[in-house]
């Protein structure tokens, strides 16, 4: 009876499985693929065309994934999908430009990590979850660890970019939670879902791009190499890993997993660029992993009196 009652006990905790660790450590992949963004794109690409880059890194990975599964979608899914590549990608991208272009680094990267508040907040009005201090305390953790490790004593505020940074984070925020509000079409693939959304994103990145930018900018080999590695694995492979994971997975816990963006695109500027490592960012590191590992459990169970002295009588049988 004790150990039955025990493993009833460990069980109502929430452990994270084998199967659910395989398909974080996937979908993690996703935030990691976007982290190398920054030095492609200011080593690579030609610069003064981020939108057109956004374009690229959407467009023809949403056209290879129509391709592939030759599936479009059905009925209100032509609006939902829309409205998520909107969102997640469309949006999302000029946002997160006019932040990087307007503010230094670590501050656009900082603003970015609020996006697991955001979504704290939003998976109460929009999901109906009840509210977690569990999940805003380690989100302002991985928040504060973030800007340990970005933010340098230059940084400085710009209006306009701070509320372009906050707009991207919330917007791919408000995208998270409504493609695990909405789910994912019954018999529809991860690749055709994350198609849909790429080409919606991309679609409608064009004519923004043609008005801000105009013409294409000429493209080098280092820059063919720079957008092949933004379509292909910080687009096609990381937004079919990222939204199969956003449908299976807590909302809460693939937010955190944003955080991994700026602390891998920190470690490349360290590595490849030799930006330095402090202390303070080395303890910006610690604090920003702890919460991504911490995000991936669940709450602490709060039981109510009765049910803990319940509990304590089964056992002692």
């Not at 069980?11 to 659910?20: E, K, L």
């Amino acid at each position: 009876m004790k150990s039955s009652v025990a493993h009833k006990v460990v069980a109502g905790s929430g452990g994270t499985g084998r199967g659910n660790l395989s398909r974080t450590a996937l979908t993690a992949f996703a935030p990691v693929a976007w982290g190398t963004t920054y030095i492609v794109t200011t080593e690579l690409l030609p610069a003064g065309h981020p939108l057109f880059a956004g374009v690229l890194r959407a467009l023809p990975a949403g056209v290879i994934a129509l391709a592939i599964t030759r599936t479009l979608p059905r009925g209100a899914w032509w609006g939902k999908a829309a409205v998520l590549g909107v969102l997640n990608i469309g949006l999302m991208f000029p946002l997160l430009f006019i932040a990087a272009e307007r503010l230094p680094g670590g501050v656009a990267a900082t603003l970015a990590a609020a996006q697991p508040l955001v979504v704290a907040v939003l998976a109460v009005a929009v999901l109906h979850e009840s509210p977690s201090a569990w999940r805003m305390a380690w989100g302002a953790l991985g928040l504060a660890g973030v800007g340990l490790v970005v933010l340098g004593p230059a940084a400085a505020l710009d209006g306009v970019g701070v509320v372009a940074g906050l707009g991207a984070a919330a917007s791919m925020a408000l995208g998270l939670t409504l493609t695990k509000r909405w789910g994912r079409p019954a018999g529809t693939t991860p690749t055709a879902f994350a198609g849909w959304q790429l080409t919606a994103g991309g679609l409608f990145l064009v004519p923004l791009t043609v008005f801000v930018e105009g013409a294409p900018p000429a493209i080098d080999l280092p820059a063919v190499l720079g957008y092949l590695w933004l379509g292909l694995f910080g687009g096609l492979i990381a937004y079919v890993l990222w939204f199969r994971g956003v449908t299976s997975l807590p909302v809460n816990a693939v937010a955190i997993l944003t955080l991994f963006s700026p602390l891998v695109a920190a470690v490349l500027g360290a590595v490849l660029l030799g930006q330095t490592l402090g202390p303070v960012q080395l303890v910006g590191f610690g604090l920003a992993l702890a919460a991504i590992v911490a995000g991936q459990l669940p709450a602490p169970a709060r039981r109510s009196a009765a049910s803990l002295a319940l509990t304590s009588k089964e056992i002692s049988r």
